[in-house]
């Protein structure tokens, strides 16, 4: 049996999601492929497709391999008639040359004598607005065979937990629900989360914390210096599990200098950190090179600073994920020069998906990005 991922905007980082989390739930893989259309992997076990993206923060969808194709156009006709013997066949189908091979699929079903509507589901939304998952009829054709989706992102929930929480900083920006999953995922893969603790140092509005409750994380710390941000990630949790009742999740927060979280958890008392910090002042584009300079110096210090109290509170082993951003300047990106000294510290960057040790994230038209590191302390 295999199985199609189509991955999000930032593919590799997608992969990397997805290898992590099988590793925690302790799924075997046989062999993987990237293909245009996304990553085909063949476990050694049928997989759950919803339990999966209920998981998952950066894959679109996820498709069940249903055969081998010898004639695309007449075994997709042959498999649609099979299952929508007496009703309107509905179907969308992407892949290679999709839409040629879809309308020659529709044109044998009209002289089939066969009631025909082709939906060209170019989103999320359309798959789920015309019930394509229920009816078995969101089609990809890719590497010679078909796949049927059997489960879709969630976008109606991710959006609520964006847009609809009570907690909200849009001058300083948020981290979107979707990554904010995706680094939790990063940090517990070799994990037994019903056991573990996880602190975000630089909560926020708490988006870190509410993704790593609704993974199941049993004990969740979060800490901040500003009053408005504890404020609102008590606010974000408190809506969340009003939304979500069966998590029984111990959640502290606090406010704190990450220069002194010490002072409120206790030596090597945390399995896992998770964090997007602080990331400078809000960007406009007009920024000379010497204010962008001057904040990644800034910043460099700042991060330094939270990783030597990291040394103090992780346990032996401990993993940190955390963000480092970078700046762009008319063409030319300035960094936040900080990851050798974290290694003097003695935290080793973890490889994130093959060789990767860190991985990008951008959004067309920002002018900051952040690079995803994955720290070991030794």
């Known amino acids: 049996m295999k199985y199609l991922f189509e991955l999000g905007r930032h593919p590799k980082l997608s992969r990397a999601e997805i290898e992590h989390v099988f590793l925690r739930l302790h799924i075997q893989i046989q062999d993987t492929m990237l293909t245009p259309d996304g990553l085909i992997i063949t476990p050694s076990a049928p997989l759950d497709p919803n339990y999966l ?9 996820i498709a069940e391999e249903m055969a081998e194709l010898k004639n695309p156009t007449t075994d997709i006709a ?3 008639i099979a299952t929508t013997p007496t009703t309107k066949i509905q179907f969308s189908l992407s892949g290679k040359d999709a839409r040629r091979i879809a309308m020659t699929v529709k044109k044998g079903l009209v002289s089939r004598e066969k009631s025909v509507r082709l939906i060209e589901a170019n989103n999320t939304a359309t798959i789920i607005h015309n ?3 229920e009816r078995g009829a969101d089609l990809t054709f ?3 065979s078909l796949f049927v989706t059997r489960a879709v992102q969630p976008i109606e929930e991710l959006s609520a937990r964006d847009y609809g929480r009570p907690g909200r900083d849009a001058r ?4 979107p629900p979707k990554l904010a999953r995706m680094v939790v995922n990063l940090g517990i893969s070799d994990c037994a989360i019903q056991k573990i603790k996880l602190l975000d140092p630089f909560c926020g509005s708490g988006t870190v914390l509410a993704e790593a409750l609704l993974v199941g994380v049993a004990n969740i710390v979060g800490s901040d210096l500003s009053d408005k941000a504890v404020s609102d990630s008590k606010k974000n949790i408190e809506w969340v599990r009003g939304e979500s009742s069966d998590k029984p999740t111990s959640v502290h927060i606090f406010q704190c200098d990450v220069k002194k979280i010490q002072t409120h958890l206790k030596p090597k008392s945390v399995d896992v950190i998770v964090t997007e910090p602080l990331l ?3 960007l406009t584009g007009k920024e000379t090179r010497e204010q962008l300079q001057k904040q990644t110096r800034e910043l460099a210090t700042l991060y330094v600073d939270a990783f030597k109290t990291f040394q103090k509170i992780l346990k032996p082993g401990g993993t940190a994920v955390f963000i480092i951003p970078q700046f762009l300047h008319k063409n030319e990106w300035f960094k936040v020069g900080c990851v050798e000294e974290i290694k ?3 935290f080793v960057p973890q490889p994130l998906t093959g060789s990767e040790l860190s991985l990008l994230y951008h959004r067309p038209g920002q002018f900051i990005a952040r690079n995803i590191w994955k720290f070991q302390l030794h």
């Open 172 to 175: 300083n920006g948020m981290l």
């Open 53 to 61: 993206m209920s998981q998952l923060g950066g894959t679109i969808k």
């Open 344 to 346: 003097q510290l003695g």
């Open 78 to 80: 042959d498999y649609l």
């Open 280 to 282: 400078g002042s809000p």
């Open 131 to 133: 019930n394509l998952i």
């Open 142 to 144: 890719t590497n010679g």
